[in-house]
């Protein structure tokens, strides 16, 4: 079962870029493996989307789906994974 999330999310990122940790429910979350990353561009005649999504797993046994919006350079949070 997946949970739709939404909203800006805190994530501290390593030296390569990659997320290192995730700020969940008031506390640090150790990634443990980045496993999948895209990038998503279109609507480029409208307002362009630009994203670079990562699904992290995370130390602590949960799987989430983050990116990072390319233009503001912001992290979201995007689903979480039972």
């Known amino acids: 079962m997946t949970e ?7 994530v501290r990122t390593a030296p390569t870029g990659r997320p290192a940790a995730v700020r969940v429910d008031g506390l640090w979350r150790s990634v443990s493996e980045v496993a999948l990353t895209w990038r998503v561009e279109t609507d480029w005649w ?26 503001t350079a912001t992290w979201h949070w995007e689903r979480r994974y039972d």
């Open 4 to 10: 739709l999330l939404s909203g800006e999310a805190e």
């Open 46 to 71: 409208r307002a362009p989307v630009r994203r670079d999504y990562v699904r992290c797993l995370l130390r602590q046994g949960a799987c989430v789906d983050l990116y990072r919006d390319l233009e």
